[in-house]
């Protein structure tokens, strides 16, 4: 099993920054695929980043390219999504996953743990 704790939702007008952060707990963090989803209401949840363990390869969904970046800080069992240039759009619950296939896919299915999920909130 593997636990993993979001935190650093919240409130900011459009074009703002916010950073989450997701720590993880309960398995080797070097050998999770890590990964970002979110969902707004009445809609399906949607990826937005993911790192995989096995090559350090980082993809994003094409609505967050060259505005959001994912990281990890192994002495932290942490992953970082900082989120830049923000838009209305982008409000939604985000949510953290780990899974151990490995390359990460983009599919919710594709990861085995999730946390609770954090708000975040963009106004315009």
């Known amino acids: 099993q593997v636990q993993l704790v979001e935190s650093g939702g919240g409130s900011v007008q459009a074009g703002g920054s916010l950073r989450l952060s997701c720590v993880a707990s309960?398995?080797?963090?070097?050998?999770?695929?890590m990964g970002w989803f979110r969902q707004a209401p009445e809609k399906e949840r949607e990826f937005v980043a993911a790192?995989?363990?096995?090559?350090?390869?980082?993809t994003y969904a094409e609505s967050v390219k060259g505005r959001f970046t994912i990281s990890r800080e192994i002495g932290k069992n942490t992953v970082y999504l900082q989120m830049n240039s923000l838009k209305p759009e982008d409000t939604a619950v985000y949510y953290c996953?780990?899974?151990?296939?490995?390359?990460?896919?983009?599919?919710?299915?594709?990861?085995?743990?999730w946390g609770q999920g954090t708000q975040v909130t963009v106004s315009s």
């Open positions: 996953a780990a899974g151990t296939k490995s390359p990460a896919g983009d599919s919710p299915r594709d990861f085995d743990f």
């Open positions: 309960g398995r080797p963090f070097r050998r999770l695929n």
């Open positions: 790192r995989s363990w096995g090559t350090g390869l980082t």
